[in-house]
C-alpha cells in the first residue's frame, strides 16, 4: 500500500507527522493532492481539547486547495491535474435535511478534519460531487480561504444584509476581517468593529470597516452615534463569549438582527431578553460553516479580486513544523491566517 505523510493529532496539543496509508478512491471519489491547508479556530479547539476530542487520533484540517491526482470514476467537468477547492461538509444526500439543501443539520452530516480525517496530509479522497473546479490563474494560497470566505457568505445571507444598512462586528480576527470586507462588498453602511486588540481593529479599518473600537466602554455610544441612535441593523458575534452575545443585543436597533456566529463551549447559553426580543421584533440566527452555493460564491469573489487577501497570507510553515505552527499560534496574534503547506 503507498504511503503518504500526514500529521495525526494523537491528543490534545501533540501532533505526530508521520507515514500513514494514502487512501484509494471509491467509484464516487476524487483523491485530491493537498498543496496548502489552512488552521482554522476549529483546528485550535481541536487541538486544544475543547472540540471533536472523541475523535482522536485525527488528521485535522479543512481549508484546502489541491489538485485532482485521480477520480476513482469518470466525473463531467472534472480532469486529473485540474486545481480544486472541496466542500467539507458530507451530507447524506437522503434525508429530509438534505433534500431542502440544510446538509449542516443532516443527522449523519460528516465534516472532512473534524469528524473523519482531513488535509494535513499529501492527500485526501473526497466526494466528487463536492470537488469544485478552481482558476489556474489564483493561486493557492488564495484558494486556500475559499472555506472561511464561504462561512461569511452564509452568514450574510442568512442575515438578508443589504445596501446601506449598518453592521456590528464583535471580533476582528481572520474570520472577523472577511465579515468586515464582505459587508463593504454587499454595500453595508456604516460598518463597525469591535476587538481588544488595537492592531486587529487597525487592520479592520484597513480592510474597510468604517469605524473601529478597542475599548468596550466605548462601542456602545460609537454604535449609537453612527446610527443615529437607532442602533445597528445588524450584529455579527464572531468570537464566541456569552457576555458578548448579551453585549450584542443591546446594539441593536428595533428590528435588527443578531448573527450568531461565534462557537461557545457545549454548555453555554445565550443570555436573550425575550421580551425585548419580542416587542422589537428582533431576530438571531445561528450560521456554522459554509456550504454548497456559499463555497462558489466565495470562490467566485477570490477569483475576481473582491476580497484583499494580502492580510491573511503571511504565515505558511512546511507539514513538518505543524505542531510549532500552533504551538506559536497564540504568540502571533499579527498573522490572521496561518497555512500549512504540502508541496
Excluded at 119 to 138: C, G, H, K, M, Q
Excluded at 181 to 186: D, G
Excluded at 315 to 321: S, T, V
Aim: with cysteine.
Amino acid at each position: 500500500m503507498t504511503a503518504m505523510r500526514a500529521a495525526v493529532l494523537v491528543e490534545p496539543g501533540k501532533f505526530d507527522v508521520r507515514d500513514v496509508p494514502r487512501p484509494d478512491p471509491g467509484p464516487d471519489q476524487a483523491l485530491i493532492r493537498v498543496a496548502r491547508t489552512g488552521i482554522c479556530g476549529t483546528d485550535l479547539h481541536i487541538f486544544n481539547g475543547h472540540y471533536a476530542a472523541d475523535k482522536l487520533p485525527l488528521i485535522p484540517g479543512h481549508e484546502f486547495t489541491g489538485h485532482i491526482a485521480a477520480l476513482g470514476g469518470p466525473v463531467p467537468g472534472l480532469t486529473e491535474g485540474m486545481p480544486v477547492v472541496v466542500d467539507m461538509n458530507i451530507g447524506c444526500t437522503r434525508c429530509y435535511w438534505c433534500r431542502r439543501n440544510e446538509i449542516l443539520n443532516c443527522p449523519e452530516m460528516r465534516q472532512m478534519g473534524i469528524t473523519i480525517d482531513g488535509a494535513f496530509a499529501d492527500y485526501i479522497a473526497v466526494p466528487s460531487r463536492l470537488v469544485i473546479p478552481a482558476s489556474p490563474e489564483t493561486p493557492s494560497e488564495v484558494l486556500t480561504l475559499t472555506e472561511p470566505l464561504a462561512c461569511t457568505v452564509r452568514a450574510a445571507r442568512k442575515a438578508g444584509v443589504s445596501f446601506g444598512q449598518s453592521a456590528v462586528v464583535i471580533g476582528a480576527g481572520p474570520i472577523g476581517n472577511l465579515h468586515v470586507q464582505l459587508l463593504r462588498t454587499i454595500g453595508a453602511a456604516p460598518i463597525i468593529v469591535a476587538d481588544l486588540s488595537p492592531d486587529r481593529v487597525q487592520k479592520a479599518l484597513e480592510a474597510g470597516a468604517d469605524a473601529g473600537v478597542s475599548d468596550p466602554a466605548k462601542l456602545h455610544d460609537t454604535v449609537m452615534d453612527l446610527t443615529g441612535g437607532r442602533g445597528a441593523d445588524l450584529v455579527i458575534e464572531s468570537v464566541g463569549h456569552p457576555a458578548l452575545y448579551q453585549q450584542s443585543q443591546t446594539l441593536l436597533r428595533k428590528g435588527g438582527h443578531l448573527a450568531a456566529f461565534g462557537l461557545t463551549g457545549p454548555d453555554a447559553e445565550l443570555p436573550l431578553n425575550i421580551l425585548q426580543t419580542i416587542l422589537e421584533e428582533n431576530s438571531v440566527a445561528g450560521s456554522v460553516a459554509g456550504s454548497g452555493p456559499d463555497m462558489y460564491d466565495a470562490l467566485t469573489l477570490l477569483t475576481h479580486g473582491r476580497i484583499d487577501t494580502a492580510p491573511f497570507l503571511g504565515a505558511y510553515f512546511p507539514l513538518e513544523d505543524i505542531q510549532t505552527a500552533f504551538d506559536s499560534y497564540a504568540d502571533r496574534p499579527g498573522d490572521l491566517k496561518t497555512q500549512i503547506v504540502m508541496t
